[in-house]
């Protein structure tokens, strides 16, 4: 079970996605599918990913739905 720090952790950076760079957002989705893998969580990485290529490829609505969906996921993973 992921621990209270790390989920909270990730939550922050996907608050992150807000403002930055497409770089740097782009980063920071990466670091929140690293640590998704890193906790077993490989669905969860791979809407990472899918987030990552919306937001490459201009599709803001796709970006922000999958964001919302990771925030939600994420929070539930709450012990």
Do not use: Y
Request: charged share 30%; proline share 5%.
């Amino acid at each position: 079970m992921p621990t209270l720090p790390r989920i909270e952790s990730l939550l922050s950076t996907l608050n992150a996605t807000d403002v930055g760079t497409l770089e740097s957002i782009a980063e920071k989705l990466r670091e929140v599918e690293a640590e998704l893998l890193s906790l077993e969580q490989p669905e969860l990485a791979v809407r990472a990913r899918e987030t990552i290529e919306a937001l490459t490829r201009g599709d803001i609505a796709a970006f922000k739905k999958g964001r919302a969906f990771l925030q939600s996921k994420i929070g539930h993973l709450r012990p």
